[in-house]
Nanobody
C-alpha cells in the first residue's frame, strides 16, 4: 500500500503560481510512475501531468503544457507540480496518484490516490 498526501493548494490570483507537493509513505515512490489529476465542480477528473519512475519522461495535458512542470525527488519520496501563470479555469481539486506500471494518462490505470488539495484561481 502507498499512502499519498497532497499539500500546497490555496487561493491565488490569475497569473500567479503555486507549487503542489505529494508526499508518499508505505513504499518507495521510485517504484511508481506518478500522475497529477484535477477535478472541477460538475466535471470529470482529468489528467494534468505524469512522470515516469526515474523522472526521465514527462507528459502534460495540452491545457497546462508550458505552464506546469512535474518533478520528483525519490530520495524524499515526494512528487511536485509547479504551476505558473495560473488561470481561473485551473480551479479544481488536484490529486496525485501512483501507477505501478507505465506512465498513464487515464485515471483508471492508477493504483493509489491522495485525498486532494484545493486550488482556486481568482480573476
Amino acid at each position: 500500500q502507498v499512502q499519498l498526501v497532497e499539500s500546497g493548494g490555496g487561493l491565488v490570483q490569475a497569473g500567479g503560481s503555486l507549487r503542489l507537493s505529494c508526499a508518499a509513505s508505505g513504499r518507495a515512490l521510485s517504484n511508481y510512475a506518478m500522475g497529477w489529476f484535477r477535478q472541477a465542480p460538475g466535471k470529470e477528473r482529468e489528467f494534468v501531468a505524469v512522470i515516469s519512475w526515474s523522472g526521465g519522461s514527462t507528459y502534460y495535458a495540452d491545457s497546462v503544457k508550458g505552464r506546469f512542470t512535474i518533478s520528483r525527488d525519490n530520495a524524499k519520496n515526494t512528487v511536485y507540480l509547479q504551476m505558473n501563470t495560473l488561470k481561473p479555469e485551473d480551479t479544481a481539486v488536484y490529486y496525485c496518484a501512483a501507477d505501478r506500471s507505465r506512465p498513464a494518462r487515464t485515471a483508471r490505470e492508477y493504483d493509489f490516490w491522495g485525498q486532494g488539495t484545493q486550488v482556486t484561481v481568482s480573476s
